[in-house]
Nanobody
């Protein structure tokens, strides 16, 4: 099992940047393929970025491709999402997720979720 705690959310103006972090504890961090989901009010949760256990492969939703960057540090058990050129539609609760499978290609949601951190983008 792994426990995930997100940080770094907040309010930012459109066009600005934010960096989200996720710290993992429990089982070995590099057992897990990690990533981020988000959920906007009234909408479904969507996976937006995924990184393989060794950091060699990354995947992005089209909505964030070229603006967001996911990375991980397996020596510090941390996951990071750098968000640039933020838009109003990026406003959502952002969740750190983990799964031993490469969940980006699964039909099911990842096994482990953090509690979420709110990102609000204003004009």
């Amino acid at each position: 099992q792994v426990h995930l705690v997100e940080s770094g959310g907040g309010s930012v103006q459109a066009g600005g940047s934010l960096t989200l972090s996720c710290t993992a504890s429990g089982e070995a961090f590099d057992n897990y393929n990690m990533g981020w989901y988000r959920q906007a009010p009234g909408k479904e949760r969507d996976g937006i970025a995924c990184i393989s256990w060794n950091g060699e492969s990354t995947y992005y939703a089209e909505s964030v491709q070229g603006r967001f960057s996911i990375s991980r540090d397996n020596t510090r058990n941390t996951l990071t999402l750098q968000m640039d050129s933020l838009r109003l539609e990026d406003t959502a609760m952002y969740y750190c997720v983990a799964d031993t499978s490469l969940w980006w290609f699964n039909d099911r949601a990842p096994d482990y979720w953090g509690q979420g951190t709110q990102v609000t983008v204003s004009s």
